[in-house]
C-alpha cells in the first residue's frame, strides 16, 4: 500500500481479554517496529523486525506481549490479558534500509482497556 | 531500546517567537530523522539528515546534523499555531540498523 496500515484504528476492550493489532508496512520495506504512546508522551520502543533477522524484542514490557511478523510483511502485536495499564496508541512503522532510508508511520491503534 | 535525550521535554511560546530543541546521543549515528506528531495522528517526517554537517531547510524548519554525529538541531522560525505538536527526533548508527527515538518535545504556541 502506499502507507502504513493499521487496524483497528480503535479497540475498546474488557480487562482480562486478549487483543491482536495488525500493522501491514509499506510494501518492499524489511524493517518494522511497533512502539506504544500513551498520552501526551513519548514513544515507547517495543519490538523491531528486519528481514530474516531475529527480532530485537527488548522492549516488550512484559510476557503478555508478543509479536509475530509472517512472510516478511503483516506484522500482529498480540496483548493477553489486557489491564488497563496498557491502555495506549500502539504505533507501528516500517523502513527500508537504504543509504537516504527513514521510517514511516502508520496512524496507531487505539486500545481502551475497561 | 536506547533513547535519545531531547530536551527540552516541553515548551511553551508566544506566536511569532523562533523555537530551538536539540537531540543528543552517546553513540555516533549515520542519519538523523525529525518528526512532528498532532494529536490523534502518527508522527510525520519533517527533516532528514544523512551528513555530518548538513544543515537542511523545510519552509520555516530548519535542522543540522552536528558535526560530532552525536547530536541534532532542530529550528523553527516565525512559530504559529499550527506548530502545536510532539516534536521527536531520531537517529541510527548504519544502514540497515535499527532507528532510536528521542523522548519528544511539546510545542505549545500561544496566540
Known amino acids: 500500500g502506499a502507507g502504513v496500515s493499521q487496524s483497528p484504528s480503535n479497540k475498546v476492550t474488557e480487562k482480562g481479554k486478549d487483543v491482536e493489532l495488525r500493522c501491514d508496512p509499506i510494501s518492499g520495506h524489511t524493517a518494522l517496529y511497533w512502539y506504544r504512546q500513551s498520552l501526551g508522551q513519548g514513544l515507547e520502543f517495543l519490538i523491531y523486525f528486519q528481514g530474516n533477522s531475529a527480532p530485537d524484542k527488548s522492549g516488550l514490557p512484559s510476557d503478555r506481549f508478543s509479536a509475530e511478523r509472517t512472510g516478511g510483511s503483516v506484522s500482529t502485536l498480540t496483548i493477553q490479558r489486557t489491564q488497563q495499564e496498557d491502555s495506549a496508541v500502539y504505533l507501528c512503522?516500517?523502513?527500508?534500509?537504504?543509504?537516504?532510508?527513514?521510517?514511516?508511520f502508520g496512524e496507531g491503534s487505539w486500545l481502551t482497556v475497561v | 531500546g536506547q533513547q535519545l535525550n531531547q530536551s527540552p521535554q516541553s515548551m511553551f511560546i508566544q506566536e511569532g517567537e523562533d523555537v530551538s530543541m536539540n537531540c543528543t546521543s552517546s553513540s555516533i549515528f549515520n542519519t538523523w530523522l525529525w518528526y512532528k506528531q498532532d494529536p490523534g495522528e502518527g508522527p510525520v517526517l519533517l527533516i532528514a539528515?544523512?551528513?555530518?554537517?548538513e544543515l537542511t531547510s523545510n519552509g520555516r524548519l530548519t535542522a543540522q546534523f552536528g558535526i560530532t554525529r552525536k547530536d541534532s538541531f532542530l529550528n523553527i522560525s516565525a512559530s504559529i499555531p499550527s506548530d502545536v505538536g510532539i516534536y521527536f527526533c531520531a537517529g541510527q548508527r548504519g544502514t540497515g540498523n535499527q532507528f532510536y527515538f528521542g523522548t519528544g518535545t511539546s510545542l505549545t504556541v500561544i496566540p
Open positions: 512503522a516500517s523502513s527500508f534500509p537504504s543509504s537516504g532510508n527513514t521510517i514511516y
Open positions: 539528515l544523512y551528513k555530518a554537517g
